[in-house]
Nanobody, 123 residues
Framework: QVQLVESGGGLVQAGGSLRLSCAASGRTFSSYAVGWFRQAPGKEREFVATITWNSGTVYADSVKGRFTISRDNAKNTVYLQMNSLKPDDTAVYYC?????????????????WGQGTQLTVSS
């Protein structure tokens, strides 16, 4: 089993930066792909970024060039560095994990989910 806990959310002004963390317990991220998803009020959950077991990355077009996903397997932690934040980035951000070596961009492909952390970007 894998338990995930997101942290690092908060209130940021537009154009600012913030780093989210996803810490795993129970099992490590070593053999898992990890993804970040977000859900704004009244909106469906959407893909943000994912990182494979060997640190390959894929980003949604909406965040490409602004967000960076990375992982530190020694710390069992995945990060989402968010720069040039926009009000449209406001959402609850979730990390998710699954065992496998492929790239996974659909929420249905992930088995384990964190509780989410709120990001609010003010204009």
């Amino acid at each position: 089993q894998v338990q995930l806990v997101e942290s690092g959310g908060g209130l940021v002004q537009a154009g600012g930066s913030l780093r989210l963390s996803c810490a795993a317990s129970g099992r490590t991220f070593s053999s898992y792909a990890v993804g970040w998803f977000r859900q704004a009020p009244g909106k469906e959950r959407e893909f943000v970024a994912t990182i494979t077991w060997n640190s390959g990355t894929v980003y949604a077009d909406s965040v490409k060039g602004r967000f960076t996903i990375s992982r530190d397997n020694a710390k069992n932690t995945v990060y989402l560095q968010m720069n040039s934040l926009k009000p449209d980035d406001t959402a609850v951000y979730y990390c998710a994990a699954r065992y496998g070596s492929n790239v996974y961009v659909a929420s249905t492909e992930y088995r384990y989910w964190g509780q989410g952390t709120q990001l609010t970007v003010s204009s």
